[in-house]
């Protein structure tokens, strides 16, 4: 199962920054999202589509429908340049495992 | 302060053998499935391992399996990793990562807390 994301997204200090997981039928997994920093360890920032765990701000929101989950970051700030990664829990018949997206960096500027 | 650490990194040959190490602490080891995920230099996050709370459901990535062993102590707070027949592609920091969800068993969901991870180097 393959998640896909755009290497790199720009956005304005104050505007809205979207990123975009793309996957088959990703709609019917749930999906979260994580942030890393340069030299820094991932940190979770939206969890089972669309919640955020505890002291993230609420600037971040996702959304998950059909074959896309959405990380959408209002009034960006030069603090949220980073890299985003989408993840999932996929499992068929042969074949189980945690996936990741390739990863969005994310500029403001 | 709930944190995890890793130890055990460092340079090996192609083809030799490494044990990682996880050391959990400020809080109750035994209640959370915990993983393992790496990053290349420079390159994405791979996860490669899984290991549910009693250790009686593993999960490996095609990439690892055969070559890669994970496992735990509850009573030392502790996960490790074997890692045999070490490729130049193995090349990565390896974070040790707590599941969040403790309600869904035999699988991992997603990941609440990493440690600061610990850099292999596979190279001759």
């Known amino acids: 199962y393959v998640l896909t994301q755009a290497p790199s997204v720009s956005v304005a200090p104050g505007q809205t920054a979207t990123i975009t997981c793309g996957g088959d039928?990703?709609?019917?997994?749930?999906v979260h999202w994580y942030q890393q920093k340069t030299g820094q360890a991932p940190l979770q920032v939206v969890f089972?589509?669309?919640h955020r765990p505890s002291g993230i701000p609420d600037r971040f929101s996702g959304l998950n429908s059909g074959n896309t989950a959405t990380l959408t970051i209002s009034r960006a700030e030069v603090e949220d340049e980073a890299d985003y990664y989408c993840?999932?829990?996929?499992?068929?018949?042969?074949?189980?495992?945690?996936?990741f997206g390739g990863g969005t960096t994310l500029t403001v500027l | 302060e709930v944190r995890l650490v890793e130890s055990g990194g460092g340079l090996v040959q192609p083809g030799g053998s490494l044990r990682l190490s996880c050391g959990a602490s400020?809080?109750?080891?035994?209640?959370?499935?915990m993983n393992w995920v790496r990053q290349s230099p420079g390159k994405g996050l791979e996860w490669i391992s899984y290991?549910?709370?009693?250790?009686?459901?593993?999960f490996y990535a095609d990439s690892v399996r055969g070559r890669f062993t994970v496992s735990r102590d509850n009573p030392r707070n502790s996960m490790y990793l074997h890692m045999s027949a070490l490729r130049p592609e193995d090349t990565a920091v390896y974070y040790c990562?707590?599941?969040?969800?403790?309600?869904?068993?035999?699988?991992?969901?997603?990941?609440?807390?990493w440690g600061q991870g610990t850099l292999v180097i596979v190279s001759s």
């Open positions: 990562v707590r599941d969040r969800n403790t309600l869904i068993r035999g699988r991992s969901t997603d990941f609440d807390l």
């Open positions: 400020g809080f109750t080891f035994s209640t959370y499935s």
């Open positions: 290991v549910s709370l009693t250790s009686d459901a593993i």
């Open positions: 039928k990703i709609g019917s997994y749930n």
């Open positions: 089972d589509d669309r």
């Open positions: 993840q999932i829990w996929y499992s068929n018949h042969s074949h189980a495992g945690v996936v």
